[in-house]
């Protein structure tokens, strides 16, 4: 992005162009070669199944590696060494059990898409038994994200990572004659007066982003933080009666909420019998580290300033659809872990664009389906590939996505200077399409 200060000291940048799509969703999922809408629920099994048993045999290389971890055994120039080595090696068990316990989280959210089985009955029953062990109430996410699915990059129906508005985040009011709302031209005072109002140190963005990655998950289930700024302050997917939920739904989150009850029974019951130690290091540290990849997989897909939010006057499903980013989780340490990160999260980073386009498609089937749905999609210049998914990515997209503006039908992340990085080009005609079915 090329930038450049006029006579006036006006900052001047050159933004990328984003030619909003106009691709009927009929097109976008004729593209998508027919086998790869088949579901199985055998060979979905298979994948649940995998991840348990790598699962169990990094708890037993652990174990097994943790009896060499003494004196009688191997030598270390001091006594110091030995809890460090015992750190270590469980520091990387937690990493390791909570990739791939974001695998299961994966084949999970698949049953809440009924892309894991073409019965609806065992699609419900496992996502409820996998999301249940993982502290996630299953049928409550389940209608939310349905929601979100339906209404991706909406700014007043989407349901998570819906971006600050200018007013939300304390900024005055636009002023045109020393600002553009596209963010192309921007005043030194007025870029002045953003920073010290949003804030824009690297510390500040490494312990925010940090919070973000530790307590987002939790804090979003609990109390709807980074939702949908409609909803009243504190809405809980707990809650039967939330206004996300329609009154048939009130059966559901009982049910949810039963499956975390019985989660925090047993977590419990483990803590009163073999110490709150053994539950941490084997089970609640990688807990946190697959709360962990959750969000930061989903900001990632779902956040850049490459990426448009639409109003009402202007969105589409497949708008929607196609706002969003493949990234290669962990592709900034290599190739080797790049293909650790998609293996063991079955690909939900890298084939994102194509699960938005149709979500029923398992992620077996992801791969090919995404291949094909890019090749009708690159001829239509539409962002695509994202950076790699890491901590790094997420600390750029932290600092760079502060708001966007109270006025336009598609809009754009601005950075911390009031500038954002593209500008919208609509067709000239345009059809809505809704184009999803609305959990029910």
Known sequence: ?????????????????????????????????????????????????????????????????????????????????????????????????????????????ECGHQAFSESKTINNTVGWVLHSALGVPYQAWRITHAKHHASTGHMTQDQV?????????????????????????????????FKEALGDSPIGAIIGSATYLLGGWPAYILTNASGQRRYPKGTSHFNPKAVMFSPHHYSQIIVSNIGVALWLGIIGTWIYYKGFSEVFRLYLVPYLWANHWLVLITFLQHTDPLLPHYRAPEFTFPRGALATLDRSLLGDCGSIMAWMGAHATHGISETHILHHVSSKIPHYNAWEASAALKKKLASAGIPMQGGPGGWREVYRVYRECKFVEDEGDVVFFKNSEGIAKMRPVLPESSASDSGIEVEK
Request: neutral net charge; proline residues 6%.
């Open 1 to 109: 992005m090329a930038v450049k200060t006029d006579k006036n000291g006006v900052t001047v940048v050159e933004q990328g162009v984003y030619n909003v799509p106009d691709i009927p969703i009929k097109d976008l999922l004729d593209a998508i070669p027919k086998h790869c809408f088949q579901r199985s629920a055998l060979r979905s099994s298979v994948y649940i199944f995998w991840d348990i048993f790598v699962i169990g045999c990094i708890y037993k290389t652990a174990s097994y590696l943790d009896t060499f971890i003494n004196p009688a055994t191997i030598s270390l120039p001091h006594p110091y060494l030995y809890p460090f080595a015992r750190f270590a090696l469980w520091s990387l068990y937690g990493f390791w059990v909570g990739l791939f316990a974001t695998g299961l989280w994966v084949v999970a959210h």
């Open 161 to 193: 990572f819906v971006p600050s508005t200018r007013s939300d985040v304390g900024l005055p009011s636009l002023n045109v004659a020393k600002e553009d709302r596209l963010g192309s031209r921007v005043s030194e005072e007025v870029k002045r007066e």
